[in-house]
């Protein structure tokens, strides 16, 4: 049986910005969701991950149970009598592109059911009807890395670039806050009167392309240097908490080159990239908040 993968993601640089037509540099996580469609005799169309604890049939009144029906519509498979059955490697609502990870195993589970073609245009459509449901507007990077996995520079006209550069450490640290994309998106909005003339969002715009020549450089300091400033101005913009600016100075003040929030923030996670005997003792203090992080490896497979 094809087990089908929807890979989570961070965003190293340009999140909000995105939004406005910016870049943003983003890339998978080496873990995601990963889905096995089981076919039933009787009954309907079902998604089950145990490790969320999320059971729901597409016709339930439920916001995934929309979110299948919407994936299922946009391939246009009717209710095929199927249990998609799920396990995920990355926590639900942290800021990691959970929902676009599952929105694309899910597409790619029921193709695989249905024996139509993997096509990377129906799987987008379909993942991001999914999303605009769940998040109003969003960019689409979620979705692009879900898909495409690697590193790349996303922006909304042109899609996702891929890049190659050698594997990065990335320490990840999802804060257990709860926040909700569609909430920051808007708080961003307010505060910019959603024009991408804000000086902040072109700021973080100019940070993304100054991390992606540092990172294509191998220069993690001036990549570290480039995410410091993206928390402070995403901050200014409203979508830190007292928890995530206390995650990433812990993590600064243990040695990291860079750290910040990743994704919309208002919660989710932090991101911080340190030389390598640092590591540990940034995860210790992040323990210590009660916060327990991991290392994803991106960039380059070996
Ligand atoms: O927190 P996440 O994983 O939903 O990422 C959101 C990224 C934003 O730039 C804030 C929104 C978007 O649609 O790009």
């Not at 729901?56 to 929309?66: L, S």
């Not at 050698?166 to 961003?188: I, Y």
């Not at 993304?208 to 300091?221: I, P």
């Not at 996670?269 to 323990?287: C, D, F, G, N, S």
Request: include cysteine; glycine fraction near 12%.
């Amino acid at each position: 049986m094809t087990i089908a993968i929807g890979w989570g993601k961070i965003i190293l640089l340009g999140e909000h910005a995105v939004v406005y037509g910016y870049p943003a540099l983003a890339a998978a996580l080496d873990r995601g969701v990963s889905i096995a469609p089981v076919p039933t005799t009787k009954g309907a169309l079902r998604l089950d991950i145990p490790a969320w604890n999320l059971a729901v049939k597409a016709d339930d009144d439920h916001p995934v149970a929309r979110s299948l029906a919407a994936i299922v519509d946009a391939l246009d498979l009717g209710r095929p009598g199927v249990s998609l059955v799920g396990d995920a490697q990355i926590p639900p609502g942290a800021g990691l592109g959970s929902s676009a990870a599952l929105a694309v195993a899910v597409a790619r589970a029921l193709l695989s059911h249905a024996k139509r073609a993997a096509e990377p245009a129906a799987i987008s459509a379909a993942a991001s009807a999914s999303e605009v449901l769940l998040h109003g507007r969003p960019s689409g990077v979620d979705v692009a890395l879900a898909i495409a996995g690697g590193i790349g520079v996303f922006r909304r006209s042109a899609g996702l670039r891929s890049i190659t550069c050698p594997q990065l450490r990335v320490l990840v640290g999802p804060s257990g806050e709860p926040r909700s994309t569609a909430a920051m998106v808007e708080r961003v909005a307010e505060v910019t009167n959603a024009t991408a003339d804000d000086p902040r969002l072109a700021e973080l715009g100019g940070l993304t392309d100054l991390g992606t020549s540092a990172l294509l450089a191998r220069d993690l300091a001036a990549l570290g240097t480039a995410m410091n400033r993206a928390h402070i101005v995403l901050a200014d913009l409203g979508v830190s908490t007292p928890q995530l600016d206390s995650l990433c100075e812990a993590a600064r003040v243990s040695g990291a080159h860079g750290a910040k929030l990743t994704g919309a923030g208002g919660g989710g996670a932090v991101i911080a990239i340190a030389p390598r005997h640092k590591e540990t003792a940034i995860l210790a203090e992040w323990r210590n908040a009660g916060v327990t992080g991991f290392v994803a490896t991106i960039g380059a497979r070996t």
